[in-house]
């Protein structure tokens, strides 16, 4: 039998329909895989190994009375910002601990409906504020390539326990580039789509006009097989887009002739390594020769996106974590009053990062700053999606690095926000535009380490930008699990 | 206790300005589906959204923008085509969110006006604003909140739905801040939005004061009065307001821009200084809500559904039934009331007469048993009927008022009641002269003083026929006979 940690999950649905393996099989192989490799690795905070198997058993029953549903029996990976009802959920905070949802996010309650596996909770940076994922309060994950460094963040976990070969593939979410760079990182393929198109509902907030949820997986195929259970209007979310999904995976394998593919002159930024820059470069031609254009296009405004960045997701989180007082539910520290209980709890629940961003938010929308900051931020956002809109006349898809460099050293940035932050710059201006990018591997640089292509797309135009994935996945084929972890067993 | 002082304003005026929160009657919250019911088990209309649980979104119930919409038109107010919810960030344990989703700038509702009648003349205050907003939660505790050693909160009442209406600093007086207020509720009631109920909280008012030199065209600095939940406390609190505020300045001190605590045991108002006073909101635009798009269809719509409002209704009332304005103001303070009224003088003309007794006998019985209109035993015929017997001289005005509480509870036609209990009038000439006879046969002493002199007998006489006849011989008819017998025409 070839490698299952090779296959897509329409061929694992094909050997369980087959019956050559069971869900309850391949949920105790990456149980085990997990045993064996997380120990290093650190993808997961904890995971449900009995929920797990019984939702296995689940599936294995469903598939023996002939039914099928789109993500039957599969393993996934969760990151812990998703709320699931009866499981743990503490988006990697100390405030969080202990927190049991009594209810499912519209994503959960889709993969339900679509018979997946949930083996556990990944980790995350704190509030997924960080790209390192080092800002976790309980544990560092460490990258498989090479488990001296980062695995980039926020979903860091997320990335690596695909990486690592530990689940058929997670969910991330993505408010500056948490997908993407972390995929990036680890050599994985992660999207997030575009603003709305995947309901919030359940996914605890950072900062709500960005934050979005996606998938990450070993391959593309994967990729347009779960976007195509979590996409889709939800009368729960008001900011979901009402409007029908296609189907993602069936329009696969289309080839990507008379393709225009814009590449920003603005993106030529001094910082990018010089194996990202190479892999950069042959990644476009490998586009032109399936017969896509290369286009010059400009987008002016992108220098201002880190600092609008900075100030939107701030400004929105400090209203989004008032709600962890100590009042309701998870962590509380007691005091002599109530703004005494209040200061206690914040001060030990939250971590340094979250409590730094905290007061940046707070000060944006303090009276006599507003307009300066928030109000101005507003603006620039604007102009960055029309800078966007402008140059999707002149092209179809846009190609840029995700991520100036490869994985860095755990412990090398965390004296330096201002780096830390300087690096989604590839990333951050598609959140401010609500517009889908991806992010797949590309290559290698000298060192071993993944480099990951970013493509952007219009709004809801996912399916096109997957398809030029596909292409590019067939034609580039990249190594996704490092040889250490790529054992069968 | 303090008694009411009128204080001599000297050479200063007062300026006032209100703002009211009116609960409104929805069936479901504001961004839920729970029920906006009163007086269920604590926390047990409560759902993700009203409590405040991460990753839980808010989604508007439409039926609240039509409220808005139905306030704005009656208040003359432009309905913006575009309005936005705010968050209004602050901690307090029964904001299960840390903020409050409310409107800020781009409110639904602006720029109207309300007409009140003050001193006889007709005056306008100008409304600033009316916006939506979402209600907090409720502490309770187990005696007073300095003697309970912890709070408990519920959330029953959190995210139920309010509008805030703000009217301009265009009011006067104390008595002229009441006059404003009843007419805004009774217009509320009259569109059925809010039950108008003061002490239980669903009509709360704050109310905005300073005082200026005579003349001037700028305002003083205000101070801000909470805890006004009746009529009586609006006034107090402002005639106390007035005094101190004057009695500061003559004294050379200056008024601070504070709020102010009425404590309505002791009729004063304290300074709330400290916590409640540092607060800056950070509002900001809420991310999780789109705005609201309300076209001119919509708003025609809602229009179409408007009633005539109170004082459209008590100009037509003095114009079309010449009703004096202390009439019309009673009569169209309710709009069931004034229901009844126009339905008891299409079967009885008289507008006059109808009023005077739906004042009196009517009023009287239903505020005694806390009866509406429209759920009287009595219907608009009855009194119309009772009041036709009464003009064509079947029974006397005195019986009329006699009968009115019988026919009032028992529900039994004034006809009906009058034929069984033989109450008919007598205006038979033989048979009233025939009592006459036997009073005049048994009172020689009397019936020579009359003819001596003293004529007011005339009185004895009439008593002892109606006390014969159980006073229903027609008096008219009675003094017109009385009188001839006895001067022995």
């Known amino acids: 039998m070839e490698n299952i ?41 904890r995971t449900t190994e009995d929920y797990a198997l019984d939702m296995a058993r689940q599936a294995d029953t469903k598939i023996a009375q002939g039914e099928d549903a789109p993500l039957l029996g599969i393993p996934f990976g969760m990151k812990d910002i998703l709320c699931t009802k009866g499981i743990e ?14 209810y499912n996010a519209t994503v959960i309650e889709k993969l339900n409906q679509a018979g997946y596996v949930h083996l556990g909770r990944l980790n995350m940076d704190e509030f997924a504020m960080g790209s390192s994922t080092e800002n976790s309060a309980f544990q560092t994950t460490k990258n498989p390539w090479d488990v001296s460094r980062i695995p980039g963040g926020s979903s860091g976990g997320s990335a690596a326990a695909v990486a690592a070969g530990l689940c058929v593939a997670s969910l991330g979410t993505d408010t500056g580039g948490s997908i993407r760079q972390p995929a990036s990182l680890c050599g994985v393929v992660g999207m997030k789509p575009t603003y709305g198109r995947v309901s919030r509902f359940g996914l605890i907030a950072f900062a709500s006009s960005l934050d979005q949820i996606g998938p990450l997986s070993r391959n593309v195929s994967d990729c347009a097989t779960i976007l195509n259970v979590i996409a889709g209007y939800d009368p729960l979310d008001s900011t979901a887009i009402p409007q029908k999904t296609p189907d993602y995976a069936a329009s696969l394998g289309q080839d990507i002739k008379g ?33 896509a254009t290369a286009v010059d296009i400009t987008l002016p405004h992108t220098e201002y996106a880190v600092a609008t960045y900075y100030i939107i997701c701030t400004a929105e989180a400090s209203s989004n974590l008032a709600r962890y007082d100590g009042v309701k539910y998870g962590f509380r520290q007691t005091g002599k009053d109530i703004i005494d209980m209040y200061k206690k709890t914040r001060l030990k629940g939250f ?22 900051y928030y109000g101005k931020a507003s603006k620039v956002r604007t102009l ?46 598609v959140n401010l535009a609500g517009l889908p990018g991806l992010s797949i591997p590309c290559g290698f640089d000298a060192g071993g380490l993944p480099i990951g292509l970013q493509i952007i797309g219009q709004p809801l135009d996912e399916a096109r930008m997957l398809q030029a994935a596909y292409v590019f996945e067939t034609e580039r084929k990249v190594k996704k699990i490092p040889d250490k972890y790529s054992a069968k067993t | 206790m303090r008694t009411r002082c009128i204080v001599d304003y000297g050479d200063y005026e007062s300026v006032m300005g209100l703002e009211v929160h009116a609960h409104l009657l929805t069936d479901s919250k504001i961004f839920c589906g729970c029920s906006t019911a009163f007086g269920a088990e604590p926390n047990s209309h409560t759902c993700p959204t009203c409590m405040g649980l991460p990753g839980a979104l808010p989604v508007l119930n439409k039926k609240v923008v039509d409220f808005a919409i139905k306030v704005g038109l009656a208040l003359h107010c432009g309905i913006s085509n575009k309005s936005i919810f705010a968050r209004k ?53 187990e005696n007073t909140i300095e003697n309970s050693a912890y709070s408990m909160v519920d959330y029953n009442r959190s995210s139920t739905p309010l509008l805030e209406i703000v009217s301009e600093p265009d009011i006067a007086t104390p008595e002229e801040a009441v006059t404003y ?12 939005i809010c039950d108008g109920n003061m002490e239980e909280g669903s009509f709360r008012c704050d109310a905005n004061i300073s005082v200026r030199k005579k003349g001037s065209d700028v305002l003083g600095t205000r101070t801000e009065m909470k805890n006004l939940n009746s009529f009586r406390h609006v006034e107090k609190s402002l005639d106390y307001e007035i005094e101190r505020q004057i009695t500061l300045i003559k004294k050379g001190g200056q008024v601070i821009q504070e709020t102010r605590f009425f404590n309505a045991d002791e009729g004063v108002t304290y300074s709330m200084r400290g916590k409640e006073e540092a607060h800056d909101y950070r509002y900001f635009p809420e991310p999780d809500l789109l705005p609201i798009i309300v076209d001119d269809k919509w708003i025609e719509e809602v229009r179409k559904t408007l009633p005539e409002l109170p004082m459209e209704k008590m100009e037509r009332f003095m114009d079309e039934y010449s009703l004096p304005k202390y009439d019309v103001e009673i009569l169209a303070s309710d709009k069931e009331l004034a229901h009844y009224f126009e339905e008891t003088i299409k079967l009885f003309p008289e507008p006059k007469t109808v009023s005077n007794w739906i004042m009196t006998e009517l009023l009287r019985e239903l505020k005694d048993g806390n009866v509406s209109p429209k759920d009287s035993l009595l219907p608009p015929a009855h009194l119309a009927e009772l009041l036709t017997l009464m003009k064509d001289g079947t029974i006397s005005i005195k019986i009329a008022k006699e009968i009115f509480p019988e026919i009032y509870k028992t529900g039994i036609a004034p006809k009906k009641l009058v034929e069984e209990k033989g109450l008919l009038q007598i205006s038979d000439e033989s048979t009233i002269m025939k009592t006459i006879n036997e009073v005049i046969a048994r009172s020689p002493k009397e019936l020579a003083d009359f003819r001596a002199g003293k004529e007011k007998l005339l009185g004895f006489f009439v008593g002892q026929v109606m006390k014969e006849t ?15 017998r006895l001067k022995g025409e």
Not at chain 1, 90 to 99: E, N, V
Not at chain 1, 360 to 372: E, N
């Open chain 2, 89 to 141: 960030n602050y901690f307090y344990p029964d904001l299960p969110k840390g903020y409050q989703i409310s409107q800020y700038e781009e409110p639904i509702c602006t720029d109207g006006y309300l007409n009140i009648y003050t001193d006889g003349e007709k005056k306008r205050i100008r409304v600033n604003r009316v916006h939506m907003e979402e209600d907090a939660g409720k502490l309770v505790h």
């Open chain 1, 5 to 45: 940690l090779d296959m897509t999950i329409t061929e694992l649905k094909g050997l369980l329909r087959k019956k050559e393996i069971s869900s309850v099989e391949l949920t105790a192989f990456y149980l085990e895989r997990i045993k064996k490799y997380d120990g290093e690795i650190l993808s997961y905070l």
């Open chain 1, 89 to 102: 959920t503490t988006c990697a905070s100390k405030i969080l601990k202990g927190f049991i949802p009594p």
């Open chain 2, 181 to 192: 207020l009843k007419m805004l509720r009774d217009i509320l009631l009259y569109l059925e």
């Open chain 2, 470 to 484: 159980k006073g229903q011989a027609n008096p008219k008819l009675l003094n017109e006979l009385l009188l001839k």
């Open chain 1, 384 to 429: 960055i999606r029309r800078d966007f809109d402008e140059a999707f006349k002149k092209c179809d898809i846009v190609v840029t690095p995700v991520s100036p460099t490869t994985a860095f050293k755990t412990g090398e940035r965390t004296e330096d926000p201002l780096t830390m932050y300087l690096s989604d710059i590839f990333t951050i201006p």
């Open chain 1, 259 to 291: 393709l225009r593919i814009g590449i920003p002159r603005e993106y030529s930024i001094e910082g990018i390594e010089p194996d990202v820059k190479k892999a950069m470069a042959e990644s476009i031609s490998l586009f032109e020769k399936q017969g």
């Open chain 1, 351 to 372: 971590g340094k990062e979250v409590k730094q961003r905290i007061i940046l938010g707070t000060y944006v929308l303090s009276s006599g700053y507003y307009d300066a």
